[in-house]
């Protein structure tokens, strides 16, 4: 069957598509037919929007949350803020088999081939991946693009886990690259109680798990829990001044961080091509592991203008 | 210490277009602009992961944050990690200053290479807590008990929640820039036909250089901006002519358009030995070859806030063996045009160079030609510490165009302080 293309002439707004998302949590919703959550396959839907221009303010808002130096080009994370309204809107459909509220971010993958110009306008696509098998329930991609012209100048993959009867014969993913509890860290990080209303507030993802313990105890979580993309972003910013301007970064997130938190930053930066890194419990709980994450360079792209960014 | 001394490379700088306040760079903090202003001359120059001799630089309006500004703008760069840093404060001295601080460890041989540089933003400004507020959580801090701290709390007033905004006035006098300026202007007669003709020819002067393609290898876009905001191509006499006196009350002659508007930038210079630029293959634009800073008494002799460039001056000519017409360019930063109105004037004064600076004949008058030929702060617009690596880029890389020759840089700042520099072409001043 050939993938359904739908264009969009403009973000879609999130607050509605949220009401969406979570409407599946209400019993007997899904049968609705507008409503997400039917439990079929996921439909074969590619969402296209053209000529997405980042807003130099809101980058600047985001650089301030995540820590980077607000330069010329945009953070490495951005583009997935760009294109996240597509995200919730492809999982928002009432095609689509769960509603996006309850889902389980367990991994994400951007490889960016060039650095994108603050003014630049991309051509973003996102679609989603069929189920897979595993262990914990069942899984998809959703695989976003940032185009310019004909480039794919930055990608992006994001694994969503959907709890539920699982495959325990189904393979947990590839041995990921882990910063052994030895490597001492070389950072602390104090992370607010309102961290997730601030990433909320420049990201636009408003899930109730990161906004307050009130909203995140329903969904069965003690207390508000840090956004992941946020914990990938600070770590990229971290290393920020020893990013090749072309490289795939991957990270894998483990446990919640639950707000408030102080966490530990470690890494193998300095020792080889490859950066691995890990956000971790500080102290005696160095065990419990947030995120773990590696950097490789990749072979860089140049822009249509000639030189690369 | 080593007794002989070297010669000073400038090798070439970088600077992100300057913004007036409040518009493009609005969220950009110091640390940013000075991240960027860095990371267009580590491109330029190659100078990913090279370890340097120094990184010194400055802001003029700081946060209590913005500790190690330089350094911690170093770390965040692709320059080698092993690159110390430092900050500089000198009022809109501070720019030049550093370059000379740099420059004089190079020709020590302490070190082989350094960057000086700046970043000053208007919009970011640092706004403090009121003062009686800062006083009354610092003192229930230092109270022990939970009971004297909440004894202590008490103190405060619905008042307390003002904070404190920094005005732009010099300490000791509590007047502005511009009002200490305008007072200048009055006693040395300078009108204001004279001041607006200054402005006009700073806004055509700059716009020619960008039409050249003079600017392209000295600036790097940020944030959307590619050319300075303030630049004014269609800046006339007869516009300016209509503007509204700002300083010194209704008969002033002193403009929004005849003085530097708040701003927000950064600038970076690379300075080198001739070895370290030879070794890198890096062509030298200008040598850096001499200095000076001096000060005079604004509070008690009433000698005007803006005036210490002129003592500079004839200190750093005689030690120099020069006379004032041996240059071939003349780049005074024009913070206000009254302030370099008044100093032209006061070099060409009998009494003014008899009395206070102590000289048989007076430094006499300069070609007004040659007087920053490709534009000056009043059309770039004064982000204050970004200033001096403007004009040492700018003159270098015009000696660098001429082959030879020599310019002379001379900037004001506030607390009555003065800084002046010589600048020779790659083959030599003549």
New interface residues.
Partial sequence: MATETKKLTGAPSILPLYARAAAPLVPGASLLPFIPGGGGEIPDVRLEIDGVVAD??AV??Y??VCDF????HLPPTYPHVLAFPLHMALMADGSFPFGAVGLVHVANKITQHRRLG??EALDLRVQATKLKAHPKGKAFDVVTEARVGRQIAWESTSTFLRRGKGDPGAASGEAFPIVDEATPASAEWRLGGDLGRRYAAVSGDRNPIHMHSLTAKPLGFPAAIAHGMWTKARALAAL???LPDAFAVDVRFRRPILLPARVEFATSAGTGEEIDFTVRGRGERRSNRHLDGRITPVAAKTSPKGKAN | MNAETRRVAVIGGNRIPFARSDTKYAHATNQDMLTAALDGLIDRYGLEGETLGEVAGGAVLKHSHDRDLTRESVLSTRLAPETPGYDVQQACGTGLETAILVANKIALGQIDVGIACGADTTSDAPIELNEELRATLLDANRQRSTTDKLKTLTRFRPGHIVPRIPRNEEPRTGLSMGEHCAIMATEWDIGRAEQDELAVTSHKNLAAAYDRGFQTDLITPYLGLERDGNLRPDSSIEKLAKLKPVFGGPEGTMTAANSTPLSDGASAVLLASEEWAKAHDLPVLAYFADAQTAAIDHVHKREGLLMAPAYAMPRMLDRAGLTLQDFDYYEIHEAFAAQVLCTLKAWEDEAFCKEKLGRKAPLGAIDRAKLNVNGGSLAAAHPFAATGGRIVAGLAKQLHEDGKGRGVISICAAGGQGVVAILEGPEGAK
């Fill in positions: 130099p303010d600047a808002a650089a301030k130096a607000l330069r010329d603050i003014g920020e001044s020893r």
